[in-house]
């Protein structure tokens, strides 16, 4: 089982509840991924976010530039939203990350994304949300499976390539997941192509995923795919402290904070703390305790999913940066260990 993190960037707050830079949010999810490699984490992940509170609008530039500094971590997003971007430059980004990386530690997760700002930004029409992730998914997964560089590709969202040359070639083919917040047909069309899947699971308990995992592992067999590309990794919200006291009273102001914020542009109700606490304890769907519980819901889990990894997202709404790096000082160093053993007893 393979832990890590995960994160959009988190803007910090100032006393009066201001934001204070993105800059400074970037340069603390840097420090954050250095500090998980050396740590003993498994993975990182950067998402694609356009907002002022969640500003990691470029993954592949953050995963380069973090792939320079780390020996051993995998590095990937976490999602990158293809549909809105132009697969070809995605490829080239994360094709670089891979060299500098050394070969073997970069992935990429392509998704649609939950949040739309990206259509406005980049001129696009909700409209085209299907047929642009169908086609930029299958450019992307043609220029990987490339075998000369050289590729030749058309469809109906951006002009026809011709022959023509898409580089630097990773090391080897990049791993591609499908990321999914727990669609069928998504499940479905992951394991049609022989592609690993990603479920972000942000609400609700985690285990009801299990059958879209089931759904998506027939979907291969029917296909025709097997190995080690058909697997399940799972994301979700979480934040380890010494204590679960600690854990709540560090997550539970982010948390707040953040949905409010998604609560004005998506007309959810005010948030609510008993709904954050039935969340946080099992079966909900936030890993946020001591050690021992959040290892056990992990191992849980696994019992219903069978995923190979599990990576959360810790800094939201302002989370103090001191918070989140013992919190995956505490994943890498308390909670994998246990991990380990639980699984090892099965």
Do not use: C
């Not at 011709?162 to 070639?169: G, K, Y």
């Not at 727990?182 to 985690?206: C, D, H, K, N, T």
């Amino acid at each position: 089982m393979e832990l890590g993190a995960y994160s959009f960037g988190d803007t910090q707050r100032n006393a009066d509840g201001s934001l204070r830079s993105t800059a400074e949010a970037i340069s603390n999810l840097f420090e954050a991924i250095v500090l998980a490699d050396r740590a003993g984490l498994d993975y990182f992940g950067v998402g694609e976010h356009h907002t002022l509170e969640m500003p990691a609008s470029s993954p592949g530039t953050v995963i380069a530039a973090a792939a320079a500094a780390t020996k051993q971590i995998k590095l990937g997003s976490g999602a990158s939203i293809i549909s809105t971007d132009d697969p070809v430059r995605v490829f080239q980004q994360f094709a670089t990350a891979d060299a500098i990386s050394g070969g073997g530690r970069v992935e990429i997760t392509a998704g649609r994304g939950s949040s739309v700002e990206t259509f406005p930004l980049f001129g696009y029409d909700l409209k085209d949300y299907d047929v642009l992730y169908a086609e930029k998914l299958d450019l992307l997964l043609a220029l990987n499976n490339s075998g000369t560089g050289n590729i030749t590709w058309s469809g109906t969202v951006r002009p026809e390539l011709n022959s023509l040359a898409v580089v630097p070639r990773p090391v080897n083919a990049l791993p591609i997941w499908l990321a999914t917040g727990g669609s069928a047909p998504s499940s479905v069309r992951a394991g049609q192509l022989g592609l690993p899947v990603s479920y972000g699971i942000i609400g609700g308990a985690p285990a009801r995923f299990a059958p879209l995992a089931d759904l998506y592992r027939r979907s291969a067999a029917q296909a025709g795919h097997a190995g080690e590309n058909i697997k399940v990794s799972v994301a979700a919200l979480g934040l380890i402290a010494p204590t679960k006291k600690e854990a709540l009273e560090r997550f539970y102001p982010g948390w707040y904070r953040l949905n409010v914020e998604m609560g004005k542009l998506r007309g959810w109700p005010a948030p609510d703390r008993r709904q954050f606490l039935a969340q946080a304890d099992a079966p909900g769907a936030y890993y946020v305790g001591d050690p021992d519980e959040v290892a056990e819901r992990i191992v849980d889990l696994h019992g219903h999913m069978g995923h190979m990894r599990h990576f959360l997202q810790m800094d939201i709404g302002g989370l103090p940066q001191e918070h989140l790096l013992e919190s995956l000082t505490l994943l890498a160093s308390e909670v994998k260990p246990r991990v380990q053993r639980l699984l090892a007893k099965q």
